[in-house]
């Protein structure tokens, strides 16, 4: 732990700004640098051991070395992680509007596969309006969104996986996405969550604001716990996503493996719900064997720059694992760091509420973010890197 917290002081930022060209805040495209080849997988006997936090700009002097750089994590992501997020195809992709509900068909090998979610439109403002899409659900309080001109949908991720902790699902390759690709049966459902996602913000695209009222160059990501978890993996996947709130997110969200590893009674590598990764995972890296991991969780934040990421934790719930999500935090702002745009990323870890229910002292920071990044509203996000409890013992 010591020696990653080490790391971590030292990945000081690098200079150099002068040439580098104006940082985007959001893209148009799913994936801006899919056309990048695919790096080298190595099997796992062939994988070093890497004890500290892995670096996130590996190889990147510059703005345009990014690219380059989130591919491969990206990849790796994938292949050792969660599984292939298969890319689609626009003439796959059939979206209609039924009232206020967006129903989007996504047709691949002969399957079909059929998602619905309805828009919630504000009552103040004028279209078209940001949006905030909950995956599974939104747990930011409802005053957040009714003053404000930003529409709000929930992903309904069990249209694409259903499964859940509780009560019946279908297994692995049983769901609906895998009538689609049944070659990635042994994929988790991170995956699979986030190809749905995106399918969602390819029906806004296809429609335009004509139809949906919808902007789609303000789209908000958030969840909680599990979900939490989902809103950080689709953020990380989808460029067009603008901000990102992962809430209490957990182990396998922003928690660094590494560090988990270190603590006891946390949600680790060892210890998560194998139907969300694949199994693989475990099979390769279990305990020590996790150091050979060539990524860790702060790159998958990392995946959200230059876009906005806020992280909110609940050290309450040791369980979370938020002590390793600290570092893993502070490791991944070192990117938005290198390019000058730090007040794009930021996190609030504070006891004293229950889990999923944020608490007032957590508002300013959520609200600054949501107006900033969702509403182009002047608003501080300079800052916030705010922790606030006595029980984390490094």
Known sequence: MKSIIKLLLAMAPLSGMADEPEVPLVFKAENTFALYKKPALPSVDKLPIIRELPDPLKGVKKYKDWGKRRAEIAAQIQHYGIGEKPAVKPEQVKARMDGDTLIVDVTVNGQTLTLRSEIRYPKTGQAPYAVMIGTSGISLPRKLFDDRPIATMVFHEKQVNDYGQFGRHHERGEHNFDRLYPDLKDNG???????????????????GPEVTKIDTQHIGVTGCSYAGKM?????????????????????????????????????????????????????????????RLPYDQHELCALVFPRALLLLGNPDYKWLADEAMLPSAQAARKVWERFGVADRMGWSIVDGHGHCQLPDSQVPEVQAFIDRFLLGRSADTSDVRIVKTDKFKH
């Open 189 to 207: 459902a991170y995956s699979e969550w986030a190809w749905g996602l995106s399918r969602i913000i390819d029906g806004l695209q296809q429609l």
């Open 231 to 291: 809103a950080l993996y689709c953020g990380a996947f989808d460029e067009r996503v603008a901000l990102t709130i992962a809430q209490e997110p957990g182990g396998g969200g922003a928690a660094a493996w590494r560090v988990s590893h270190t603590l006891d009674e946390v949600e680790s590598l060892d210890r998560t719900d194998y139907h969300w990764f694949k199994e693989s995972q475990l099979e390769n890296f279990h305990g020590d064997s996790v150091y």
